[in-house]
Protein backbone atom coordinates (compact mmCIF):
# COMPACT_ATOMS: atom_id res chain seq x y z
CA UNK A 1 0.00 0.00 0.00
CA UNK A 2 1.71 3.01 -1.01
CA UNK A 3 1.01 6.00 1.37
CA UNK A 4 0.05 9.67 0.48
CA UNK A 5 2.21 12.19 1.49
CA UNK A 6 1.01 16.11 1.14
CA UNK A 7 2.38 17.85 -1.30
CA UNK A 8 3.26 21.39 -1.32
CA UNK A 9 2.84 23.25 -4.71
CA UNK A 10 4.35 26.38 -3.14
CA UNK A 11 7.25 24.56 -2.78
CA UNK A 12 7.64 22.98 -6.72
CA UNK A 13 9.65 26.27 -7.94
CA UNK A 14 12.35 26.02 -5.30
CA UNK A 15 12.54 22.29 -5.87
CA UNK A 16 13.43 23.05 -9.50
CA UNK A 17 15.77 25.50 -8.46
CA UNK A 18 17.46 23.21 -6.00
CA UNK A 19 18.02 20.71 -8.97
CA UNK A 20 19.56 23.02 -10.94
CA UNK A 21 21.62 24.51 -8.32
CA UNK A 22 22.80 20.98 -6.70
CA UNK A 23 25.99 20.71 -4.68
CA UNK A 24 28.95 18.62 -5.86
CA UNK A 25 28.07 16.22 -3.22
CA UNK A 26 24.61 15.24 -4.44
CA UNK A 27 25.45 15.45 -8.01
CA UNK A 28 27.83 12.45 -6.92
CA UNK A 29 25.54 10.85 -5.27
CA UNK A 30 22.75 11.28 -7.87
CA UNK A 31 24.80 9.89 -10.58
CA UNK A 32 24.56 6.64 -8.49
CA UNK A 33 20.46 6.79 -7.76
CA UNK A 34 19.22 8.28 -11.06
CA UNK A 35 18.20 5.21 -13.51
CA UNK A 36 16.78 2.92 -10.25
CA UNK A 37 20.49 1.96 -10.54
CA UNK A 38 20.27 1.30 -6.68
CA UNK A 39 19.34 -2.33 -6.64
CA UNK A 40 15.87 -1.55 -8.51
CA UNK A 41 14.69 1.96 -6.63
CA UNK A 42 13.26 4.43 -8.36
CA UNK A 43 14.82 7.48 -6.50
CA UNK A 44 13.79 11.47 -7.05
CA UNK A 45 15.76 14.35 -6.34
CA UNK A 46 15.02 17.81 -4.44
CA UNK A 47 11.78 15.84 -3.97
CA UNK A 48 8.83 18.01 -1.75
CA UNK A 49 7.29 16.28 0.72
CA UNK A 50 4.71 18.19 3.31
CA UNK A 51 6.47 21.14 3.71
CA UNK A 52 10.21 19.90 2.88
CA UNK A 53 12.12 19.25 0.43
CA UNK A 54 14.72 15.63 0.89
CA UNK A 55 17.89 15.76 -1.44
CA UNK A 56 16.28 12.17 -2.77
CA UNK A 57 13.64 10.12 -2.32
CA UNK A 58 12.39 6.83 -3.27
CA UNK A 59 8.20 6.41 -2.22
CA UNK A 60 8.30 2.64 -2.81
CA UNK A 61 10.66 2.53 -0.19
CA UNK A 62 9.71 5.67 2.19
CA UNK A 63 13.04 6.54 2.29
CA UNK A 64 14.48 9.93 2.00
CA UNK A 65 18.48 10.31 2.04
CA UNK A 66 19.83 14.21 2.84
CA UNK A 67 23.51 15.34 2.32
CA UNK A 68 24.15 17.71 5.10
CA UNK A 69 26.97 20.33 3.81
CA UNK A 70 27.89 23.52 6.01
CA UNK A 71 24.86 24.86 6.09
CA UNK A 72 23.42 22.46 8.36
CA UNK A 73 26.01 23.16 10.83
CA UNK A 74 24.28 25.96 13.00
CA UNK A 75 19.97 24.06 11.94
CA UNK A 76 20.09 20.93 14.23
CA UNK A 77 17.48 22.08 15.76
CA UNK A 78 15.70 22.43 12.63
CA UNK A 79 17.09 19.52 11.09
CA UNK A 80 15.62 17.27 14.30
CA UNK A 81 12.15 18.80 13.52
CA UNK A 82 12.29 18.47 10.09
CA UNK A 83 12.84 14.63 10.62
CA UNK A 84 10.68 14.19 13.41
CA UNK A 85 7.63 15.42 10.74
CA UNK A 86 9.29 13.55 8.31
CA UNK A 87 9.29 10.45 10.24
CA UNK A 88 5.39 10.71 11.31
CA UNK A 89 4.48 10.52 7.71
CA UNK A 90 6.12 7.54 7.44
CA UNK A 91 9.29 8.64 5.52
CA UNK A 92 12.84 6.94 7.05
CA UNK A 93 15.51 9.66 6.69
CA UNK A 94 19.71 8.45 6.24
CA UNK A 95 21.65 11.76 6.59
CA UNK A 96 25.39 11.70 4.96
CA UNK A 97 27.66 14.42 6.03
CA UNK A 98 28.86 16.23 2.45
CA UNK A 99 32.41 15.27 2.62
CA UNK A 100 31.59 11.83 2.94
CA UNK A 101 29.91 11.47 -0.27
CA UNK A 102 32.76 13.72 -1.77
CA UNK A 103 35.29 10.92 -0.59
CA UNK A 104 33.81 8.23 0.20
CA UNK A 105 31.03 7.42 -2.39
CA UNK A 106 31.64 3.99 -2.89
CA UNK A 107 31.10 3.74 1.26
CA UNK A 108 27.92 5.87 1.41
CA UNK A 109 26.16 3.59 -1.97
CA UNK A 110 27.07 0.33 -0.13
CA UNK A 111 25.16 2.12 3.55
CA UNK A 112 22.65 2.87 1.64
CA UNK A 113 21.98 -0.52 -0.52
CA UNK A 114 22.68 -2.52 3.45
CA UNK A 115 19.90 -0.17 4.37
CA UNK A 116 17.58 -1.29 1.46
CA UNK A 117 18.54 -4.78 1.66
CA UNK A 118 17.72 -5.04 5.53
CA UNK A 119 14.20 -3.17 4.84
CA UNK A 120 13.01 -5.04 1.35
CA UNK A 121 12.12 -8.71 1.10
CA UNK A 122 15.22 -10.45 -0.12
CA UNK A 123 13.09 -12.13 -3.04
CA UNK A 124 12.83 -8.73 -5.04
CA UNK A 125 16.56 -7.88 -4.63
CA UNK A 126 20.01 -8.48 -6.35
CA UNK A 127 22.12 -10.74 -4.10
CA UNK A 128 24.69 -8.96 -2.18
CA UNK A 129 26.17 -8.85 1.24
CA UNK A 130 25.98 -5.91 3.96
CA UNK A 131 28.31 -5.49 6.30
CA UNK A 132 27.89 -4.29 9.59
CA UNK A 133 29.25 -1.15 10.65
CA UNK A 134 29.97 1.66 8.88
CA UNK A 135 31.88 2.08 6.07
Partial sequence: MRRIIPYNQKLKQL???LRNNSTLAEV???QRLKGRQML???FHRQKPLGNYIVDFFCHELMLAIEVDGSSHNDKLAQDDRRQRELEAMGVTVIRFVDADVKTNLSGVVQQIECWIREHTPQSSLKRGICHSGRS
Avoid: S, V, Y
Wanted: proline share 0%.
Fill in 28 to 30: LLW
Fill in 40 to 42: GHD
Fill in 15 to 17: ARQ
